[in-house]
């Protein structure tokens, strides 16, 4: 009966969210095979990963319109891609204008022995060079699903990456001798910060940063702190204010039931657990964040955006002290499953469509 009112309360919220801005959209790109994120270059062109391992461009044509350069960037390393496998995130380095270094998250390995690896490299505009691996998730894991892979930098130049459950043993997402089911902080280089949480404890991987998460799916920094969404199981997913040290509490407490309908825990809540800002049931499957505070849409600023793939659309979720606000759910009209969510440096969003034949979208004003 809780999930039955759930699922009719989240129907009134998307039947009476009203469209608060008039907006319109453009099509910047078509032809991408299951786009996963974007990162914007200091030119004005664009980079996109594709799940099935390659990176592409695009960038503005002699009319200044964006077009999709035909051949993918050369230089990226070989990735597992198979079931939720493949090349994930993609990330500038802070001086990028300077050093042009990136780094990319994907799925290495084999079917049957992967793990979520992060790389940086030197991009040149046309190829990428000086690759060199910064990360490898320990244990490998041996099925191609729950591998997280968002990345974002903290204040002190340190990196901030999820990893997911694997999906196998979930209560790996509260041990602390694996990866699985965490957040983890690292020095550009790979090196592990000495004031890490769990660093110098007893059978404690030092990479681990906060524990218990079952697949995350975005990661962003706001004012120095960061913020991550995780998918749930059938209902559960989560918006969390991350800390050092701190316990989501995968799989031993959770809003959502297994996808047999099994509960998968008595507890909503327990002493020790940090408990989510807002949480989704039935699930939205939240599979990208921003944070707006871009001018082109002042009713949107101090908001998150959450791309959803079930629910096929993006959250707003307005924060105010900390607290998140009512939500409105927007781009509906689109139909389509969203993989990722950014802000342009001109205030503008996109978006990333999950398809065999994915597009990059432009969200402006109307009249714009």
Do not use: C
Not at 142 to 165: I, K
Not at 304 to 313: I, N
Request: glycine share 10%; aromatic share 8%.
């Amino acid at each position: 009966m809780r999930y039955l009112l759930a699922w009719l309360l989240s129907l009134w919220a998307m039947a009476t969210s009203a469209q608060t801005v008039p907006y319109r959209i453009e099509t910047v790109a078509t032809g991408l095979e299951h786009p996963w994120s974007l990162a914007f270059l200091p030119n004005g062109s664009l980079l996109v990963t594709e799940r099935p391992g390659r990176l592409r461009v695009i960038e503005r044509g002699a009319e200044g319109r964006f077009q999709l350069r035909p051949e993918p960037v050369a230089g990226v390393p070989p990735v597992l891609a198979q079931g939720q496998a493949g090349l994930f995130d993609i990330l500038l380095a802070p001086d990028f204008a300077h050093n042009r270094r990136l780094l990319l998250s994907f799925a290495h390995g084999t079917p049957k022995a992967n793990h979520l690896r992060v790389v940086s490299a030197r991009f040149d505009g046309r190829q990428l060079l000086d690759l060199t691996p910064i990360f490898t998730s320990r244990p490998a894991k041996s099925d191609t699903q729950h591998f997280g892979g968002r990345m974002a930098w903290l204040p002190d130049g340190t990196l901030l990456f999820g990893m997911g459950d694997g999906n196998l043993e979930r209560t790996d997402a509260q041990r602390h001798h694996t990866h699985l089911g965490k957040f983890l902080r690292i020095q550009p280089d790979g090196r592990v910060p000495a004031d890490n949480p769990f660093v110098g404890r007893d059978g404690a991987l030092p990479e681990i940063y906060s524990l218990g998460h079952r697949n995350p799916q975005g990661v962003v920094v706001v004012n120095g702190v960061p913020y991550a969404h995780e998918h749930g199981a059938r209902g559960g997913d989560e918006l969390n204010r991350l800390a050092p040290g701190a316990n989501f509490g995968w799989p031993i407490t959770t809003g959502g039931v297994d996808y047999t309908y099994a509960r998968i825990t008595p507890y909503r809540s327990l002493p020790g657990v940090t408990p989510p800002l807002t949480e989704w049931t039935p699930s939205i499957a939240p599979a990208g964040l921003a944070w707006y505070d871009g001018a082109l849409f002042p009713a949107w600023r101090d908001s998150w955006l959450v791309a959803a793939l079930a629910e096929r659309s993006v959250r707003r979720v307005p924060m105010s002290n900390g607290t998140p606000g009512p939500q409105e759910v927007l781009f509906k009209e689109l139909g389509e499953r969203l993989r990722d969510v950014r802000v342009g440096p001109d205030g503008a969003v996109y978006l990333l469509t999950d398809s065999p034949k994915g597009r990059v979208l432009r969200v402006v004003p109307l009249g714009l």
